[in-house]
C-alpha cells in the first residue's frame, strides 16, 4: 500500500471521528460513552496524522 493512500485512509477516519462522532453508534461504543469533546480530540489528532502522513509523502507539495 502506498503511503499517500495510508494517508488519505488516517484523515479519513479522523475526519469521521470528528464529524460524526455523535451520530454513529459504533464510534459511541467504541470510545466509550465519553464525552463529546473527547471524540472531537482524537478526531483532530488522528486527522492531524494523516495530513502529516501526506505531507511527508509529498502529496501536498510545498507548503
Known sequence: MDLRTIGV???AVGM???LFGRQ???LRLYFG???VFSQLFW???ISAIGV???YFSGALGTL
Open 9 to 11: 485512509i488516517v484523515f
Open 16 to 18: 469521521i471521528i470528528f
Open 24 to 26: 454513529f453508534i459504533l
Open 33 to 35: 460513552d465519553r464525552s
Open 43 to 45: 478526531g483532530v489528532i
Open 52 to 54: 502529516a502522513i501526506l
